[in-house]
């Protein structure tokens, strides 16, 4: 049988029409948002269908958004008899793996989601700290850039260890900006500004952090049902302990994307699934791993080319 793994993209996948034929045609994906709705006491809803899309951005309006679309997705492929074998989620979309896993509720994970948001944007506001995608620069050059920046005042780090050949950098908008010059002198091919709204996995964060270590602290939790590989280690989080940890670590510490997808695929993975907007996650997978398939699913469309490939599935080895 073929091995799945549903992952959900983070921060910088949001935009305006997001999830907008499922709600439109379907009353379950239609509920998710609505629930999302009723227990943030304002319309995440509107935000996600109509914008603006500087609105939606903003990081405790984009983590619910992406969490509701991501979770209503993986339920639409659940409910077409595609059930994963592992989840994983990049940065925020973690808490969607750990939704779609039945270690937390939907409503909890909502909430949660928000408050973290708004934990984030009241350690750094939002406009004072940024990310970058740096291409074609080895990590131990971009470290070495990262800590000749901060050294001079400005904190910058390694965020994301995304694929082979990108990596993300996060911390105070003139240290991004100072880092992304000093990147490309020392041979990146390119920086490229990322649509966040703060310094995410950095030290700038540990304010955050600490405030969302009492939330998860009151968070009923269950053991996962379908394994999660955690973004911080890369291993498989078999405990609430662990996820408890995993919830509060990921948010100062850099994201393992490449030796996540690395992991999945030593545990057999061969198929991929992208639930949520955009098609980011199997882009990196792709330049992870060429030799595994990946999906995409952001509409009735994709979801159907999705269902009609699941066919052959369990003919291959």
């Known amino acids: 049988m073929t091995k799945i793994a549903f992952i959900f993209p983070g921060q910088g996948s949001q935009t305006v029409g997001m999830g907008a034929s499922f709600v439109a045609n379907n009353e379950k994906s239609k509920g998710f948002y609505e629930r999302a709705?009723?227990?943030?006491?304002?319309?995440?809803?509107?935000?996600?269908?109509?914008?603006?899309?500087?609105?939606?951005?903003?990081?405790?309006?984009?983590?619910?958004?992406?969490?509701?679309?991501?979770?209503?997705?993986?339920?639409?492929?659940?409910?077409?008899?595609?059930?994963?074998?592992?989840?994983?989620?990049?940065?925020?979309?973690?808490y969607s793996a750990f939704v779609v896993s039945n270690v937390v509720t939907f409503e909890d994970a909502v909430t949660t989601v928000h408050r973290r948001g708004v934990f984030m944007d009241e350690a750094v506001p939002a406009g004072q700290g940024a990310m970058a995608a740096i291409l074609a620069l080895d990590g131990e050059t971009l470290a070495a850039v990262c800590k000749e920046v901060s050294g001079a005042g400005e904190v910058v780090q390694v965020a994301n260890f995304n694929c082979p050949g990108q990596i993300v950098i996060s911390g105070t908008k003139q240290g991004v900006d100072l880092a992304c010059v000093k990147?490309?002198?020392?041979?990146?091919?390119?920086?490229?500004?990322?649509?966040?709204?703060?310094?995410?996995?950095?030290?700038?964060?540990?304010?955050?952090?600490?405030?969302?270590?009492?939330?998860?602290?009151?968070?009923?939790?269950?053991?996962?049902?379908?394994?999660?590989?955690?973004?911080?280690?890369?291993?498989?989080?078999?405990?609430?302990?662990?996820?408890?940890?995993?919830?509060?670590?990921?948010?100062?510490?850099?994201?393992?994307?490449?030796?996540?997808?690395?992991?999945?695929?030593?545990?057999?993975?061969?198929?991929?699934?992208e639930c949520g907007p955009g098609k980011v996650l199997s882009g990196l997978v792709k330049k992870i791993d060429r030799s595994v398939q990946t999906y995409c699913v952001y509409d009735e469309e994709s979801l159907a080319q999705v269902v009609e490939a699941s066919k052959e599935w369990t003919q291959w080895v």
Request: net charge negative; proline share 5%; aromatic share 4%.
């Open 37 to 94: 709705d009723e227990v943030l006491g304002f319309s995440l809803t509107d935000y996600m269908l109509n914008g603006p899309q500087e609105t939606l951005t903003l990081t405790y309006h984009a983590q619910p958004a992406l969490l509701t679309t991501g979770v209503m997705i993986a339920q639409q492929l659940q409910d077409a008899g595609i059930t994963p074998d592992f989840t994983a989620g990049h940065s925020l979309g973690e």
């Open 183 to 273: 990147a490309k002198e020392a041979g990146a091919k390119r920086a490229l500004p990322l649509v966040v709204s703060g310094p995410f996995h950095s030290s700038l964060m540990q304010q955050a952090a600490d405030k969302l270590a009492t939330v998860v602290e009151e968070l009923s939790l269950n053991k996962p049902q379908i394994p999660v590989v955690s973004n911080v280690t890369s291993q498989i989080l078999t405990d609430v302990e662990q996820v408890k940890r995993e919830m509060v670590d990921q948010v100062t510490n850099s994201v393992q994307w490449e030796s996540n997808i690395e992991k999945l695929i030593a545990e057999g993975v061969t198929v991929f699934i």
